[in-house]
C-alpha cells in the first residue's frame, strides 16, 4: 500500500517539476481505535491507521525519505531506534530535532545504517497521561536489510509486545508505575488476531520488539524452542538454543526457531496475569486444529552473558575513559511521581559529559536504585564489558540494556558519531521523571 501510494506521488512529481521529489515512505499520525479484542477497543494515536505502524524495510547505505504528517494536537517528532543518524533527524528534541507541530509535516532524509533489526517510535514527553508518547501506538518495525544477507529461513514474522489503558499505581516501596489492563502482540489479545501459519519442517525467523513504554516481558513459545542469533538487531558472538526470551522496554531479540513439533500452540507472556491481559498469539501448524496448547513454565530465566565472546576479553584500549553513572531515585513523597537521578541530578540539570571524537567510553553504571531500568544511548552502538558478577565481557553490541536492581554494569562505545547524543532510561514514566542526561561532543 505505502509503497504503491509512493509510486504514484512519484509520477505525479515528475509531471511538476518544482515539487521535492517524493519520499520512500510516508507515515501519517492520527488519532486511532484499535480493536486489540473483542470489547476491548483503545483510544490511542498511530501511524497510518495501524498498530504497529508499518514495516519499513530499507537497504542499508541507501538513503530514504520519510514524510510524517502529525493529524494531532500535540508536537510530535519520530525517532529512529538503533540506528547512526546526524541529531538533527534523529528524532529527540533534546538533541535538536525539530518537532513536528499540530498539522504540521517533516521529511526525514537518513542513510540507514547500521544494518540489522531496529524500529521507530515517538520520542515526547508523556508526564501523566498514560495515552501519549510510548503510551500510544506510535510505534513500528524498520528493517535495514545488508548489502549480503547470509540468513537462511523459511519464513519470518515480526512481532511487537506492548501494553495499554495503563494507570498509576504505587508499588510496595512507595515507587509509582503504571499498571496495565491489555496487554498485546502486533495490537492483538491473544485469539483475536491471525495467527502465525508455519508448516512442519520450517526454519522461521522471529524479530521482537518490546514496545512496551515500561513493562519487562518474558516470552515462550509452548513445544518449541528459540535460537538467538541477535540482540538489539546485531549478531551475537555466541547464538544460545533458550526456552524464553526476556525483552526489556525497545531491546529486540531475532531468533530462529525449527517447527519440528506439529500442533497448535500459544506464544506468549510467562506470567499469567499478563498473558491474562492478552499478551499472547496461536502459532498454527498447517493442517492442525483444535485448541491452542500453553505449557506454563514455572520460573523466568535469562542472562545476556551465554551470548558473548568465548574467546578471552582484549585488554581495554589505554586511553579508554570511563565515566561513572549513578542511578537513584528521590522520592517526592508518597503518591507522587518519582524522580530519577544521574549522579545526583535530573534532567535538565544532569551533567551533559564532552565527548572527544574518536575515544573509546566506558559507562560505569550503578544502579542503587530499587527498579530495573532499560536504559539507551543514542546514535551510538555499545558493547557489554561487565555484567553483574561477570566483571569482564565483551563481543554483545547493544543498543538498549536492562540495568538491574541493585547492579553493576558497564558498556563500551566508541564515540564516532559527532552531535548530541540522548542517553536515557526507556521506561517512559523514568525518563519523563529527569532520568536523561545528554552527551555532547567538544
Ligand atoms: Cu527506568
Known sequence: ?????????????????AQPPAPDY??????????????????????????????????????????????TAGSEVVHWHGLFLPSSVDGAMEEGTPMIPPG????????????????????????????KGQYTGEHGFLLIEPRDNPARYDQEFFLALHDWDGQMLSSGDGAMDPVYEVST?????????????????????????????????????????????????????QPQVVSMLRLAPAERVCALVEMDHPGTWVMGEVRKHIM????????????????????????LIWDYLPFAAA????????DTVTIPLVIESKFAGHGAMDHWTINGKSYPDTASPLLTAGRRYRLAFINRSTNDHPVHLHRHTFELRRLPGHPEVHGILKDTILLDAGTQVEVE????????????????NHMDAGFMMLFQYA
Open 1 to 17: 500500500m505505502l509503497k504503491l501510494s509512493g509510486l504514484t506521488v512519484a509520477s505525479t512529481a515528475l509531471a511538476a517539476h
Open 104 to 131: 504540521g509535516r517533516a521529511r526525514y532524509t537518513f542513510t540507514p545504517r547500521p544494518a540489522g533489526f531496529r524500529w521507530y517510535h515517538t520520542h515526547i514527553f508523556a508526564g501523566k497521561d498514560l495515552h
Open 413 to 428: 562505545f566508541t564515540a564516532n558519531d559527532p552531535g548530541p547524543t540522548l542517553f536515557h532510561c526507556h521506561q517512559q
Open 185 to 237: 502482540i502486533n495490537g492483538r489479545v491473544l485469539g483475536f488476531g491471525e495467527p502465525l501459519r508455519v508448516k512442519s519442517g520450517e526454519q522461521v525467523l522471529l524479530h521482537i520488539l518490546n514496545s512496551s513504554p515500561s513493562e519487562v516481558h518474558w516470552i515462550a513459545l509452548s513445544g518449541h524452542q528459540f535460537k538467538v542469533v541477535a540482540l538489539d538487531g546485531n549478531p551475537v558472538p
Open 276 to 299: 491474562a491481559a492478552g499478551m499472547g498469539i496461536v502459532v498454527e501448524y498447517s493442517g492442525s486444529s483444535g485448541k491452542p496448547q500453553w505449557d506454563q513454565p514455572n520460573q
Open 26 to 71: 510516508t507515515l501519517d499520525i492520527a488519532a486511532y481505535e484499535l480493536e486489540a479484542g473483542s470489547h476491548r477497543t483503545i483510544r490511542t494515536i498511530a501511524y497510518n491507521g495501524q498498530v504497529p505502524g508499518p514495516l519499513l524495510r530499507v537497504q542499508e547505505g541507501r538513503p530514504v525519505t520519510v514524510e510524517v504528517t502529525n493529524q
Open 311 to 318: 574467546d578471552p576479553s582484549p585488554p581495554q584500549q589505554p
